[in-house]
């Protein structure tokens, strides 16, 4: 896959924005570090954004827009048409993801850790992508025609954040393959049964 490189200045601060948040954090970063990787000065900075928060928020807004596209893509790739196959992609999914050299957890669940208020824009359009999550979820759910889709994606969408975790804490990448076991159960006690 060709990436273009980011045009114009506020494209630039997004671009070095995403990468070193998601590998340093969103508090532990100063600001001087993404001017550096950019190659511009605060004056530059402040037309664009009234603050770091503000470059965050437009991070995490970005990371949410392009993941909302791409996951449905990758699931459709790897599963097919089925929706249950496309339920049990998202473990290759993962798989993959976690096995990148650049793994470092999840930008949402990172923004909402460290943007603990629920009413900080930002742990807002972080705790948004989470619900995009369980909505594609149970929209899956809804196609295969699984018994109650809502608690469905409310259960496998845990799971899925959950395997992000305990790849973080063990780097062992086999939280995938675990949790694509558990998902399987899951799958199997929410089918409908037809006599």
Request: aromatic share 10%; charged share 25%; with cysteine.
């Amino acid at each position: 896959m060709i990436t273009m490189a980011p045009q114009g200045t506020r494209e630039k601060l997004i671009a070095a924005g995403l990468d070193l948040f998601y590998q340093h954090g969103f508090h532990a970063l100063g600001l001087d570090r993404i001017l550096d990787a950019v190659g511009t000065t605060k004056t530059t900075f402040y037309k664009y954004f009234e603050s770091k928060e503000a470059l965050a928020l437009a991070c995490i807004e970005r990371r949410d827009e392009r993941w909302r596209k791409r996951l449905p893509q990758l699931l459709r790739e790897r599963g097919g048409e089925d929706p249950i196959n496309q339920l049990r992609a998202v473990w290759s999914v993962w798989r993959d993801w976690f096995d990148d050299i650049h793994f470092n957890g999840c930008l949402f669940i990172h923004a909402c850790s460290e943007f603990p208020d629920p009413n900080d824009p930002c742990h807002q359009a972080a705790w948004a992508n989470v619900d995009a999550l369980r909505g594609i979820v149970r929209n899956l759910a809804e196609q295969a025609e699984l018994s109650d889709p809502d608690a469905f994606a409310q259960e496998y969408g845990l799971l899925m954040q959950g395997a992000i975790i305990m790849e973080v804490i063990d780097r062992r990448n086999t939280a995938a393959d675990t949790a694509g076991r558990v998902g399987e159960m899951l799958i199997d006690r929410y089918r409908v049964v037809t006599a």
